[in-house]
T-cell receptor, first 116, second 112 residues
Framework: AQKVTQAQTEISVVEKEDVTLDCVYETRDTTYYLFWYKQPPSGELVFLIRRNSFDEQNEISGRYSWNFQKSTSSFNFTITASQVVDSAVYFC?????????????FGRGTSLIVHP | DAGITQSPRHKVTETGTPVTLRCHQTENHRYMYWYRQDPGHGLRLIHYSYGVKDTDKGEVSDGYSVSRSKTEDFLLTLESATSSQTSVYFCATGGESYNEQFFGPGTRLTVL
């Protein structure tokens, strides 16, 4: 079973539409960290957000918002009024403790295509 | 920008040959990681390091070894490359393991 499930392999929207990328995780730990990264067509990986398991407060950054719900083990990412520049592969990741370190596991990614 | 470089950026090699990929960072980050990215699999951790000479295996470590003799350098070695190791390899760093990671530009490796 995957520890991080991004069930949407690919999403296609038209510019200005809102879109939500789902991330469901599985862990038995009480302390863990969740992340979102963006990989645009140019290939580099860019950090977007980090959340620890004790902070369920939702976050908004411009057109981006994240909804963390421990009750459903989900950490979803919403882009409001999408733009062509948002086209990218988005990865959700979970870091769990292993020995003295937190080791990340990435989801398989969701490819977002925003059409003009 | 964490100042992470990878070399080479592209490499084509033949099955059975040894290959070494280098990751260099200028941020003095304690943690360094090697991932491979394949279609349909996302990013999978190969090995990671939590300090000089301190390394551990990730989920897909078979066929790979690593070394970290200096804080700034993390080497990934394929002792005898196979076609299944054709992939894009990313190096990443982090100040602490629970922090976000900063990624290098990637190395595209093709094993014929």
């Amino acid at each position: 079973a995957q520890k991080v499930t991004q069930a949407q392999t690919e999403i296609s929207v038209v510019e200005k539409e809102d879109v939500t990328l789902d991330c469901v995780y599985e862990t038995r730990d009480t302390t863990y960290y969740l992340f979102w990264y963006k990989q645009p067509p140019s290939g580099e990986l860019v950090f977007l957000i980090r959340r620890n398991s004790f902070d369920e407060q939702n976050e908004i950054s411009g057109r981006y918002s994240w909804n963390f719900q421990k009750s459903t083990s989900s950490f979803n990412f919403t882009i409001t009024a999408s733009q062509v520049v948002d086209s990218a592969v988005y990865f959700c990741a979970l870091s769990e403790a292993r020995g003295g370190s937190y080791i990340p596991t990435f989801g398989r990614g969701t490819s977002l295509i925003v059409h003009p | 920008d964490a100042g992470i470089t990878q070399s080479p950026r592209h490499k084509v090699t033949e099955t059975g040959t040894p290959v070494t990929l280098r990751c260099h960072q200028t941020e003095n980050h304690r943690y360094m990681y090697w991932y491979r990215q394949d279609p349909g699999h996302g990013l999978r951790l190969i090995h990671y390091s939590y300090g000089v000479k301190d390394t551990d295996k990730g989920e897909v470590s078979d066929g790979y070894s690593v070394s970290r003799s200096k804080t700034e350098d993390f080497l990934l070695t394929l002792e005898s490359a196979t076609s299944s190791q054709t992939s894009v390899y990313f190096c990443a760093t982090g100040g602490e393991s629970y922090n976000e990671q900063f990624f290098g530009p990637g190395t595209r490796l093709t094993v014929l």
